[in-house]
């Protein structure tokens, strides 16, 4: 005969104590509820003796509370998405929350089937680098009190919960220090996207060369074609453009990408460029040259959400929506080495 499972009714009945008390000590509200300490200490000895563990669905029936929010993000395969993922899991857990990750593809449809079949789970919240029309699907999660923060990338025109970087301004950092170091051609590799990050990036770029009045050249990638034809399409413009001294590159992929062009196609000038990735990777660190990047605060992202995300799940009414812009770190390494003019 199996062991009967020991309820919230059983450690009460054992200990002495009622059933809402047991009840709070679990759900970590002992002193808010003002329970003693002794009681407290007593309550979680127990449970952790008897190795109880509580049942998922009654205790979600009885809070309203699921434990389980989502984050979905363009790709979880990409090594910016994965160590942010990294970061939102270990404080999602140290909270006593669970969490469920899945790729959009930067898709509407499947961002809009995604969500739809957790809400059919009862998830408590949504972090989301949203796909491009996906307005609608936040506003109505929205209506429905359920909290949603948006990462990398937000809706000018609507007032979400957003986490991310000041693109603009990392963009103007990165073309400074290819002037500090002597480099004057630059050339900006991005992809074909109306979204905010890709936008502010390219005009933080327009900016900073507009200001030194400098000669650059631009190569926007249409984000459809596969990466086969991103490598052809960045070969021929840097064949066209032999003159440029520098590339800054506005996602970590292009980069890899265009080292790949580079590599294939003039292995000497690949030495010879200045180059800034956007989002670091450990690659760039062991590849020769070693790659400068703009690197995004993934750590103070995560927890910058995930305080939004709790503030909003621990609210009982409407929580004003916050915008994060915070600021990225030039980490500096061969490929941006000073240019001796002389």
Excluded at 72 to 77: P, R
Excluded at 139 to 164: A, S, T
Excluded at 209 to 226: C, E, G, T, V
Excluded at 247 to 267: C, H, R, V
Aim: charged residues 30%; aromatic residues 8%; contains cysteine.
């Amino acid at each position: 005969m199996k062991n009967k499972k020991i309820s919230i009714k059983d450690i009460a009945s054992e200990l002495g104590v009622s059933v809402t008390t047991v009840s709070f000590v679990l759900n970590n509200k002992a002193e808010e509820k003002r329970i003693s300490k002794e009681v407290t200490k007593k309550v979680l000895a127990y449970v952790e003796k008897v190795n109880y563990k509580p049942n998922s669905l009654a205790q979600s029936l009885r809070t309203g509370k699921s434990k389980v929010l989502v984050c979905m993000l363009e790709d979880i395969s990409n090594d910016f998405f994965a160590k942010l993922a990294r970061h939102i899991e270990d404080i999602a857990y140290q909270k006593g929350y669970k969490i469920l990750f899945c790729s959009n593809d930067n898709d509407d449809e499947k961002s809009i089937e995604l969500i739809d079949l957790f809400l059919e789970r009862q998830v408590d919240g949504f972090l989301l680098t949203p796909s491009p029309n996906l307005q609608p699907k936040i506003l109505e999660l929205k209506k429905r009190n359920i909290p949603v923060v948006l990462l990398d990338r937000f809706f000018e025109k609507e007032n979400f919960n957003y986490v991310g970087i000041d693109n603009e301004e990392a963009s103007k950092l990165g073309v400074e220090h290819l002037l500090e170091n002597n480099y004057k051609k630059i050339g900006f590799i991005s992809i074909d996207m109306n979204q905010t990050q890709m936008s502010a990036r390219l005009l933080g770029f327009d900016e900073a060369i507009n200001k030194h009045q400098l000669y650059a050249q631009k190569l926007i990638l249409k984000a459809k074609d596969s990466s086969e034809e991103k490598i052809n399409q960045i070969k021929l413009f840097l064949n066209d453009h032999s003159d440029l001294d520098s590339i800054l590159f506005s996602t970590n992929y292009l980069t890899f990408l265009g080292l790949k062009a580079l590599k294939e196609n003039d292995p000497k000038r690949l030495n010879e460029l200045g180059i800034i990735s956007f989002d670091d990777n450990s690659f760039f660190e062991i590849c020769k040259p070693s790659i400068t990047t703009l690197k995004q605060p993934l750590d103070k992202i995560a927890k910058e959400a995930m305080r939004i995300m709790f503030k909003n799940l621990d609210s009982n009414s409407t929580v004003n929506a916050e915008m994060i812009n915070l600021k990225t770190e030039l980490k500096l390494r061969e490929s941006t080495q000073l240019i001796n003019n002389n």
